[in-house]
């Protein structure tokens, strides 16, 4: 029996950005688009990025101050 090991919390060699964290940035950039580059509402980015992957509200609050810069850590 092989276990399978779940690697989606792993950052990519190419760019340091896990699944997550890539998703975010991709439905972003999309939504960007669709607004013609106006800001997107948080409320509408998270019902996109939950189209995609499993997260909560707190992990997505998380990771996009993280991305964007705005967080505490």
Do not use: A, W
């Not at 019902?47 to 810069?69: A, K, M, N, P, Y």
């Amino acid at each position: 029996m092989s276990k399978q090991i779940d690697t989606s919390d792993l950052p990519d060699v190419r760019d340091g950005l896990n699944r997550k964290e890539r998703t975010i940035l991709y439905c972003l950039h999309e939504t960007q688009r669709e607004l013609n580059d106006r800001n997107v509402p948080t409320i509408m980015l998270y019902g996109r990025v939950v189209e995609h992957i499993d997260i909560s509200e707190d992990e997505f609050q998380t990771i996009l101050s993280r991305l964007t810069g705005k967080g505490g850590i």
